[in-house]
């Protein structure tokens, strides 16, 4: 065996075991139940409240104001905002305006810090949405432990809905899958958030929330608390309830956000829990190597592995799943080349500098 055939065997090898493991998760998990909905709940959304977010931000704000009449909405915006848009918000929510002179660059995380430092309550449960997802049923409102335990945050599971490109969205469904795998094991089996955390219904304790800061200079604010959660101590779970979110509008917006992911993460695992840094370098690593990118590889090796099959299946599963739902049945014949899409991402690492945001219209 030649020393590339011994690194794909060894990537097939721990990258299908992995899958295995995780696919456990998937049917030994249930979160508990209290059997009493809590009304101690906030939601908020930040957001750049520009016109090419509010298609997607209107049907956020219309299915939570009908799902949860009873509960408050906040949307974070940065100044100087266009009146316009804030004031068609307002018919929803309250607007919340992060001035100029706070610090760091306007996005996201900076956004829920200044909500943080000025609102937030002990005594309550926050759910962080993006502008383009939002809860698809309210069971999570059973599941949020005691105040005094020491699960302080959870996540969802993610679930696509289509935008304009049908590819993206068929690509898309292996979040569904890695939410029911491996982030059901990391969240839930081992309440601790290994792999991050999502920003699509983050739900955090509100005594968590004002006391540990948001990050606000980060690709991926979202994983870097995470992290500072696992570093304390603190445990989370997954949330029974689904979450919709907005699969990008095209191909290139989807290697952009997931470049930006990937590149983010690296910059971050430094400073990760070293269980992050083992498993996340080992998945991403592996991953790759197992992924239909390197298929023209294998071939001119000849290599077979029984574990290599179990790591397609993962991803062909998935992408057959967003076939069904999508209904674009012409996708079939192209399942090898969609398996090669989305690892495209690397390529894109060098042009990731900030925080990006894709089209949501």
Known sequence: ?????????????????????????????????????????????????KPSVMPALREVLANLVERFPWAPIYVVVDEPADPSITSEIEKHARVVKVPKDFPGKPCKGRAIEYFRQ??????????ILDDDSYPLDDRFLEELPPFDSRYAAANGILVPRPGRSKLAYIIDHVRLWDDLTFFRLSTSILGRPIYGMHGELLIIRGDVF??????????????????????????TWQVSTRVSIKSP???KDLIRQRARWTKGIWMELPRAHPATVAAGAARSIFGILTSMLFSPAWIILHITSTFGLVA??????????????SKAWWAIPMLPVIGMLEPLHIAYLPKIKTFTVIDKT
């Open 210 to 235: 004002s006391e540990v800061p948001f990050p606000t200079d980060s690709l991926v604010e979202d994983f870097v608390y995470s992290q500072l959660l696992y570093k304390r101590g603190y445990k």
């Open 1 to 49: 065996m030649s020393p590339l055939e011994a690194v794909f065997d060894i990537a097939f090898t721990v990258y299908g075991l992995m899958v295995v493991i995780a696919l456990l998760a998937y049917f030994f998990y249930r979160p508990r139940r209290t059997g009493a909905k809590a009304r101690n709940v906030v939601f908020v959304i930040p957001t750049i409240a």
């Open 312 to 325: 397609a299946a993962y991803y062909i599963s998935a992408y057959v799943k967003g076939i069904f739902n």
């Open 118 to 127: 000025r609102y937030a309550r002990p005594d309550m449960w926050y759910v």
């Open 249 to 251: 509008n095209s191909i």
